[in-house]
C-alpha cells in the first residue's frame, strides 16, 4: 500500500522548493527501471523482495516481457528523505551539513533505452528540471547516453549520476578492487567529457563529482547503492581528527592512506592503498565473498557494519541473501533519494534559466516573468508534449508541464505548433478547449485532483480533441508558444499498408489518427495507389506502432509492404539563368536561381537555431557571422519550408528584387508555394533539402484580382521545380552512426560486414579483449533480404552487436536523371511506388519561354 494518501501529495505539490521533476536516463539493460523499483518500495507501491523484478513502471505487457519501457511516464512519489546544503558558487561548490529528513515530491519521468524511442526522451527532457543518468560500470558510457546528455543541456537540465551493476564485477567477474575503481572512475570521467558543453552554454556547476555526492554507486537489482558521504560519516567517527568533509575527499582519486603508518599521501607508495578500495570497496568485497562461500564469519562482520537480521532472513542463502544483507546495509533507495532531493533542483529553481531556451516570446513580458518566478498566480502556461491512452477507445490523456499559473478544469487556449499570435493566418491552430480533468500519475494509478500548481507535471483530461501531438495551453491570449520538441531522430523508415477488407478502411482511417496522437513522432500519409504509408525511425518503431494500430487503435487486420526509406530531394549547383514561369492566366511571371544552401545552414535550421520565429536582426547576426551571408540576404528572408515540425525546413526562400510594385502582396502566395515543392519535390515527390531559392524578378498585373492565391501558388511550385531540375538535382539518404560492440578476434569480420554495406569506419577502440567500431552506415543497407545486420553475423559468426542511431544526410552523387545510374532506380522506384508516371519528371512543364 502506498505509504501517502493522493490529497497529502496533492497538498505537496504546492510546496514547490521541494518538488523534483527527473528524467531517467540510460542506455537499454542498464537499470533505470530497477532503480525506480528500489524508489516504488519505499513509498510502498512494491514489497521490498520484488525490487529487480517486478519493474513496476513499466505499463504495457510487451514492456514486462522484454523488461524494456518504449514510452516515458510520470510517477508521482511523495517521499521522505534527508537532504544536504551546498556550499559556495557554481563550479566551486561542497557538501555542507546534512539535514534531517524532510518530504519531497519526486516526479520520476522513465524514458526509454532504445535509440528508436529517443522522442519520448526529448518529451520527458523538456518536462524535467534534472536527470538521474544510469550507466552501468561494465558497459561504460555509451553513444546513446552520449545523445541523451547533450539533449539534456540543450533543455537545461542538471545531472546526477548512478553508476550500476557493481554486483557484476564483484561476483561474476571478481574484479579486484583497484581495477574496480578504475572502471567507476573510467565512468565518471566519460560522462563529465559528455557534459563538456554545459560551461559553454554557460551553466556552471553541471560537472559531476562524487565527492560533492551527485555521484551514488551500487546495484539497482541488489537493491543497494551508497554515495561517499555515508562512509565518510562512518569513518570521520572513527579517525581522531578527521571531518567528514575532509573524509569525503579521500575517498576518491588519487588518495593513498598506509595502514601501518596511518598516514594519506596523494601518490602511490609501497605499503599504500587507495582510499577508495581500502575503505569502501574492500568491505563490501569481503561481506559478498563470505557469504557466497557460506563462511559464518559474515555475520560477524554484518553485525560490526550495523546490519540486524529477522530469523527468516538468516535462512536465505547465496545471492538471495546478498541482496538482503547488502539492501539492510546500504538502501539503494536512500542512496538515490538523498541525491535527488540535495542535487537536483527544484523548479523555481531550473525556470530562472530554461524559460529562455524553450518560451518563443519575449523575456521581459509579463508571461515570461512569470515562468521564470514559477508563479502559481500567474496566468497558465503549460506545455503538452505527448499523449497517453485513458482506456476509451480513441481518447487521450495530455501530458505535459506547468510552467506558469494553475491548471483546473477550466476553458484555455490550445495552440498548436505553427501558432504565432503575431500573424492572423496563423488562428485557426488555436482553439479554446475545456480541461475536463486534471490527472496525477501516483505510483501506476490515475488519480484526479482539483488542480495542477506551476512547476509540477500533470496530465490533462479533454484537451485531446483540440490537438495533434503537442500543444501550449494558455489562459492568456497574448502569450507565445513554447518551442517545438527537437528530435535527433527523424522518421526515414517506411511502410505501406492497406486493410485486408476493404470494408474496414474508414477503420484503418480513424485507427492511423489515433496513432498519430499516441506516438510523438510516427508520420501517416495516404499515396494516390490507395496505400497508406506509415513512417518510423526505425524497424523496432516500425514494429511497436503497427503492433499498437492493430491492437489498439484501428481493430482490423492490414496487410503490410517491403520497409522502405525516404530520401531527401537536393541541389549540387546554381541553375546559370533564372527559371521562369508564367501564372495560369500568364499574366504574371516569376523568376527563380536554386542553389546549394550548405549542411551547416541545414542542420542550424533543422536544430532550431536559425528560424522564422527569431528576431530578423539576431538571426541576421548568427547568418552573417557563423555562415557567411549578405547583410541584405538577411534581412529579405521570406520563409523556411516545409513547415512540418518533424520534417524541418532546410530550404530558405530570399526575395532579390528591387522595385517591385505589389511584392508583398504575393509574399503569402508564393511563401505557400515553397511550402508544397519543398514537402513533394519534382524528382520522387520526396522532402526537399538544402536549397536556397532567390527571387530575383517578378511581372505582376496591375489588377489585385488577377494575381491571387490561386494564381501565384502554383505558379511558385513550378518555378521552384524548374530552378531544381536546372540546377543539377541529387538525393540525399539517410545515415546512420552505428556503433558494433564484439570480441577483439572478429574486428576483421565487422570491418568486412562495414565495407561490404557501403559504410565507412570512423574509429575503433579496443580495452580488455573487447572492441567498439563506430562508423557511418547508409540506413537503405540495413533493410532488404541481405540486411547488414545479418552480413554482420554471417562474418563475425553471430559475436558482434550493432546499435543504430540517425546521424546525418548524405549526398547520393549520381545524376538521377541520367540512365541507367543508381540515383534514377532509386527514383524510378520511389515514383512507382507512389503511383507516378515511371519516368523522369518533364522540365517543360515547370519552365516557360518568354
Same mark, same amino acid.
Given at each position: 500500500?502506498?505509504?501517502?494518501?493522493?490529497?497529502?501529495?496533492? @497538498?505537496?505539490?504546492?510546496?514547490?522548493?521541494?518538488?523534483?521533476?527527473?528524467?531517467?536516463?540510460?542506455?537499454?539493460?542498464?537499470?533505470?527501471?530497477?532503480?525506480?523499483?528500489?524508489?516504488?518500495?519505499?513509498?510502498?507501491?512494491?514489497?521490498?523482495?520484488?525490487?529487480?523484478?517486478?519493474?513496476?513502471?513499466?505499463?504495457?505487457?510487451?514492456?514486462?516481457?522484454?523488461?524494456?519501457?518504449?514510452?516515458?511516464?510520470?510517477?508521482?512519489?511523495?517521499?521522505?528523505?534527508?537532504?544536504?546544503?551546498?556550499?559556495?558558487?557554481?563550479?566551486?561548490?561542497?557538501?555542507?551539513?546534512?539535514?534531517?529528513?524532510?518530504?519531497?515530491?519526486?516526479?520520476?519521468?522513465?524514458?526509454?533505452?532504445?535509440?528508436?524511442?529517443?522522442?519520448?526522451?526529448?518529451?520527458?527532457?523538456?518536462?524535467?528540471?534534472?536527470?538521474?543518468?544510469?550507466?552501468?560500470?561494465?558497459?561504460?558510457?555509451?553513444?546513446?547516453?552520449?545523445?541523451?546528455?547533450?539533449?539534456?543541456?540543450?533543455?537545461?537540465?542538471?545531472?546526477?549520476?548512478?553508476?550500476?551493476?557493481?554486483?557484476?564485477?564483484?561476483?561474476?567477474?571478481?574484479?579486484?578492487?583497484?581495477?574496480?575503481?578504475?572502471?567507476?572512475?573510467?565512468?565518471?570521467?566519460?560522462?563529465?567529457?559528455?557534459?563538456?558543453?554545459?560551461?559553454?552554454?554557460?551553466?556552471?556547476?553541471?560537472?559531476?563529482?562524487?565527492?560533492?555526492?551527485?555521484?551514488?554507486?551500487?546495484?539497482?537489482?541488489?537493491?543497494?547503492?551508497?554515495?561517499?558521504?555515508?562512509?565518510?560519516?562512518?569513518?570521520?567517527?572513527?579517525?581522531?581528527?578527521?571531518?567528514?568533509?575532509?573524509?569525503?575527499?579521500?575517498?576518491?582519486?588519487?588518495?593513498?592512506?598506509?595502514?601501518?603508518?596511518?598516514?594519506?599521501?596523494?601518490?602511490?607508495?609501497?605499503?599504500?592503498?587507495?582510499?577508495?578500495?581500502?575503505?569502501?570497496?574492500?568491505?563490501?568485497?569481503?561481506?559478498?565473498?563470505?557469504?557466497?562461500?557460506?563462511?559464518?564469519?559474515?555475520?560477524?562482520?554484518?553485525?560490526?557494519?550495523?546490519?540486524?537480521?529477522?530469523?527468516?532472513?538468516?535462512?536465505?542463502?547465496?545471492?538471495?541473501?546478498?541482496?538482503?544483507?547488502?539492501?539492510?546495509?546500504?538502501?539503494?533507495?536512500?542512496?538515490?533519494?538523498?541525491?535527488?532531493?540535495?542535487?537536483?533542483?527544484?523548479?523555481?529553481?531550473?525556470?530562472?534559466?530554461?524559460?529562455?531556451?524553450?518560451?518563443?516570446?519575449?523575456?521581459?513580458?509579463?508571461?515570461?516573468?512569470?515562468?521564470?518566478?514559477?508563479?502559481?498566480?500567474?496566468?497558465?502556461?503549460?506545455?503538452?508534449?505527448?499523449?497517453?491512452?485513458?482506456?476509451?477507445?480513441?481518447?487521450?490523456?495530455?501530458?505535459?508541464?506547468?510552467?506558469?499559473?494553475?491548471?483546473?478544469?477550466?476553458?484555455?487556449?490550445? @495552440?498548436?505548433?505553427?501558432?504565432?499570435?503575431?500573424?492572423?493566418?496563423?488562428?485557426?491552430?488555436?482553439?479554446?478547449?475545456?480541461?475536463?480533468?486534471?490527472?496525477?500519475?501516483?505510483?501506476?494509478?490515475?488519480?484526479?485532483?482539483?488542480?495542477?500548481?506551476?512547476?509540477?507535471?500533470?496530465?490533462?483530461?479533454?484537451?485531446?480533441?483540440?490537438?495533434?501531438?503537442?500543444?501550449?495551453?494558455?489562459?492568456?491570449?497574448?502569450?507565445?508558444?513554447?518551442?517545438?520538441?527537437?528530435?535527433?531522430?527523424?522518421?526515414?523508415?517506411?511502410?505501406?499498408?492497406?486493410?485486408?477488407?476493404?470494408?474496414?478502411?474508414?477503420?484503418?482511417?480513424?485507427?492511423?489518427?489515433?496513432?498519430?496522437?499516441?506516438?510523438?513522432?510516427?508520420?501517416?500519409?495516404?499515396?494516390?495507389?490507395?496505400?497508406?504509408?506509415?513512417?518510423?525511425?526505425?524497424?523496432?518503431?516500425?514494429?511497436?506502432?503497427?503492433?499498437?494500430?492493430?491492437?489498439?487503435?484501428?481493430?482490423?487486420?492490414?496487410?503490410?509492404?517491403?520497409?522502405?526509406?525516404?530520401?531527401?530531394?537536393?541541389?549540387?549547383?546554381?541553375?546559370?539563368?533564372?527559371?521562369?514561369?508564367?501564372?495560369?492566366?500568364?499574366?504574371?511571371?516569376?523568376?527563380?536561381?536554386?542553389?546549394?544552401?550548405?549542411?551547416?545552414?541545414?542542420?542550424?535550421?533543422?536544430?532550431?537555431?536559425?528560424?522564422?520565429?527569431?528576431?530578423?536582426?539576431?538571426?541576421?547576426?548568427?547568418?552573417?557571422?557563423?555562415?557567411?551571408?549578405?547583410?541584405?540576404?538577411?534581412?529579405?528572408?521570406?520563409?523556411?519550408?516545409?513547415?512540418?515540425?518533424?520534417?524541418?525546413?532546410?530550404?530558405?526562400?530570399?526575395?532579390?528584387?528591387?522595385?517591385?510594385?505589389?511584392?508583398?502582396?504575393?509574399?503569402?502566395?508564393?511563401?505557400?508555394?515553397?511550402?508544397?515543392?519543398?514537402?513533394?519535390?519534382?524528382?520522387?515527390?520526396?522532402?526537399?533539402?538544402?536549397?536556397?531559392?532567390?527571387?530575383?524578378?517578378?511581372?505582376?498585373?496591375?489588377?489585385?484580382?488577377?494575381?491571387?492565391?490561386?494564381?501565384?501558388?502554383?505558379?511558385?511550385?513550378?518555378?521552384?521545380?524548374?530552378?531544381?531540375?536546372?540546377?543539377?538535382?541529387?538525393?540525399?539518404?539517410?545515415?546512420?552512426?552505428?556503433?558494433?560492440?564484439?570480441?577483439?578476434?572478429?574486428?576483421?569480420?565487422?570491418?568486412?560486414?562495414?565495407?561490404?554495406?557501403?559504410?565507412?569506419?570512423?574509429?575503433?577502440?579496443?580495452?580488455?579483449?573487447?572492441?567498439?567500431?563506430?562508423?557511418?552506415?547508409?540506413?537503405?543497407?540495413?533493410?532488404?533480404?541481405?540486411?547488414?545486420?545479418?552480413?554482420?553475423?554471417?562474418?563475425?559468426?553471430?559475436?558482434?552487436?550493432?546499435?543504430?542511431?540517425?546521424?546525418?544526410?548524405?549526398?547520393?552523387?549520381?545524376?538521377?536523371?541520367?540512365?541507367?545510374?543508381?540515383?534514377?532506380?532509386?527514383?524510378?522506384?520511389?515514383?512507382? @511506388?507512389?503511383?507516378?508516371?515511371?519516368?523522369?519528371?518533364?522540365?517543360?512543364?515547370?519552365?516557360?519561354?518568354?
Amino acid at each position: 500500500m502506498p505509504k501517502y494518501h493522493q490529497d497529502d501529495c496533492h @497538498r505537496q505539490m504546492s510546496q514547490i522548493d521541494t518538488v523534483r521533476n527527473v528524467a531517467m536516463l540510460g542506455s537499454m539493460g542498464h537499470g533505470k527501471s530497477c532503480i525506480m523499483d528500489n524508489l516504488g518500495a519505499m513509498t510502498g507501491y512494491l514489497a521490498e523482495a520484488k525490487i529487480g523484478d517486478q519493474l513496476f513502471s513499466l505499463y504495457r505487457a510487451d514492456e514486462k516481457e522484454k523488461k524494456s519501457n518504449y514510452k516515458t511516464n510520470p510517477c508521482h512519489m511523495m517521499i521522505e528523505t534527508k537532504s544536504s546544503e551546498i556550499k559556495g558558487e557554481p563550479g566551486k561548490q561542497e557538501l555542507g551539513e546534512q539535514k534531517e529528513k524532510s518530504k519531497f515530491m519526486f516526479c520520476m519521468l522513465d524514458t526509454p533505452g532504445h535509440i528508436d524511442y529517443s522522442p519520448e526522451v526529448a518529451a520527458a527532457l523538456r518536462m524535467a528540471d534534472s536527470t538521474l543518468c544510469t550507466v552501468s560500470v561494465t558497459d561504460g558510457v555509451g553513444v546513446m547516453m552520449e545523445y541523451m546528455v547533450l539533449d539534456s543541456l540543450k533543455e537545461r537540465c542538471k545531472p546526477t549520476l548512478f553508476v550500476n551493476k557493481l554486483d557484476i564485477s564483484i561476483m561474476v567477474l571478481q574484479q579486484d578492487p583497484e581495477d574496480l575503481y578504475r572502471d567507476l572512475a573510467k565512468v565518471v570521467e566519460s560522462m563529465n567529457v559528455a557534459l563538456v558543453d554545459a560551461e559553454k552554454m554557460g551553466m556552471k556547476g553541471f560537472g559531476l563529482d562524487p565527492t560533492l555526492g551527485n555521484v551514488v554507486f551500487g546495484s539497482a537489482y541488489y537493491g543497494w547503492a551508497f554515495s561517499l558521504r555515508q562512509f565518510a560519516a562512518m569513518y570521520a567517527k572513527k579517525m581522531p581528527g578527521m571531518t567528514e568533509e575532509k573524509m569525503m575527499k579521500r575517498l576518491w582519486g588519487d588518495q593513498f592512506y598506509n595502514p601501518a603508518k596511518k598516514t594519506w599521501t596523494t601518490v602511490e607508495v609501497d605499503g599504500s592503498v587507495r582510499g577508495f578500495c581500502k575503505f569502501i570497496l574492500d568491505p563490501i568485497m569481503q561481506l559478498h565473498k563470505l557469504i557466497m562461500a557460506e563462511d559464518p564469519k559474515w555475520e560477524d562482520l554484518a553485525t560490526k557494519l550495523g546490519v540486524s537480521l529477522k530469523a527468516d532472513d538468516k535462512k536465505l542463502k547465496g545471492k538471495q541473501l546478498v541482496k538482503r544483507v547488502m539492501n539492510l546495509w546500504m538502501p539503494a533507495a536512500d542512496a538515490v533519494a538523498e541525491m535527488i532531493a540535495t542535487h537536483c533542483p527544484s523548479p523555481n529553481t531550473c525556470q530562472k534559466y530554461k524559460i529562455e531556451h524553450i518560451y518563443k516570446g519575449e523575456m521581459d513580458s509579463d508571461i515570461a516573468k512569470s515562468m521564470v518566478a514559477c508563479d502559481p498566480a500567474g496566468p497558465l502556461m503549460m506545455h503538452l508534449v505527448k499523449m497517453n491512452p485513458t482506456g476509451s477507445a480513441g481518447r487521450f490523456y495530455a501530458v505535459g508541464r506547468v510552467f506558469s499559473g494553475t491548471a483546473a478544469t477550466d476553458k484555455y487556449h490550445v @495552440r498548436a505548433p505553427d501558432f504565432d499570435p503575431e500573424d492572423p493566418e496563423t488562428t485557426a491552430f488555436s482553439q479554446e478547449g475545456r480541461c475536463q480533468n486534471v490527472m496525477l500519475n501516483l505510483g501506476k494509478d490515475m488519480v484526479p485532483i482539483s488542480n495542477c500548481p506551476a512547476g509540477n507535471i500533470v496530465s490533462l483530461g479533454g484537451i485531446d480533441q483540440f490537438m495533434m501531438k503537442s500543444a501550449t495551453v494558455t489562459s492568456d491570449k497574448k502569450a507565445y508558444n513554447f518551442k517545438s520538441l527537437s528530435f535527433n531522430v527523424s522518421c526515414v523508415y517506411r511502410i505501406a499498408i492497406r486493410p485486408a477488407d476493404n470494408k474496414q478502411l474508414p477503420k484503418l482511417v480513424e485507427g492511423l489518427k489515433r496513432l498519430q496522437k499516441a506516438d510523438i513522432i510516427v508520420q501517416c500519409v495516404s499515396e494516390p495507389t490507395g496505400d497508406h504509408i506509415v513512417s518510423g525511425c526505425g524497424e523496432e518503431h516500425l514494429k511497436l506502432v503497427l503492433k499498437d494500430l492493430k491492437e489498439d487503435h484501428a481493430g482490423v487486420d492490414f496487410t503490410r509492404g517491403v520497409p522502405t526509406v525516404s530520401y531527401k530531394e537536393t541541389v549540387t549547383s546554381e541553375c546559370a539563368k533564372p527559371a521562369l514561369s508564367k501564372s495560369p492566366n500568364k499574366h504574371n511571371r516569376l523568376y527563380v536561381i536554386a542553389c546549394p544552401l550548405g549542411d551547416e545552414v541545414s542542420d542550424a535550421i533543422e536544430s532550431y537555431q536559425i528560424n522564422m520565429q527569431q528576431d530578423v536582426k539576431k538571426r541576421a547576426r548568427i547568418l552573417i557571422d557563423e555562415y557567411g551571408w549578405e547583410k541584405t540576404d538577411c534581412l529579405k528572408i521570406w520563409g523556411f519550408g516545409p513547415n512540418d515540425i518533424d520534417v524541418g525546413g532546410a530550404n530558405v526562400l530570399v526575395d532579390q528584387t528591387k522595385g517591385i510594385q505589389y511584392l508583398n502582396e504575393i509574399k503569402e502566395s508564393v511563401n505557400s508555394g515553397l511550402q508544397w515543392a519543398a514537402r513533394q519535390g519534382p524528382l520522387a515527390e520526396e522532402n526537399m533539402r538544402g536549397v536556397r531559392f532567390n527571387l530575383m524578378d517578378v511581372k505582376l498585373h496591375a489588377d489585385s484580382i488577377h494575381r491571387g492565391m490561386g494564381q501565384l501558388q502554383p505558379t511558385a511550385r513550378r518555378v521552384f521545380f524548374g530552378a531544381v531540375l536546372t540546377s543539377d538535382a541529387r538525393f540525399m539518404e539517410p545515415i546512420f552512426k552505428c556503433v558494433v560492440n564484439c570480441p577483439e578476434d572478429v574486428l576483421p569480420g565487422v570491418q568486412q560486414a562495414i565495407m561490404a554495406k557501403r559504410g565507412e569506419t570512423q574509429h575503433s577502440d579496443t580495452n580488455n579483449g573487447k572492441s567498439s567500431v563506430v562508423a557511418f552506415l547508409p540506413i537503405a543497407e540495413t533493410l532488404g533480404d541481405e540486411p547488414f545486420s545479418k552480413v554482420l553475423q554471417t562474418k563475425t559468426s553471430g559475436k558482434a552487436l550493432a546499435t543504430y542511431q540517425f546521424d546525418h544526410w548524405q549526398l547520393i552523387q549520381t545524376d538521377p536523371l541520367e540512365k541507367g545510374s543508381k540515383a534514377e532506380q532509386i527514383m524510378l522506384d520511389i515514383r512507382d @511506388r507512389k503511383g507516378l508516371k515511371v519516368e523522369h519528371p518533364d522540365i517543360s512543364e515547370y519552365i516557360d519561354r518568354l
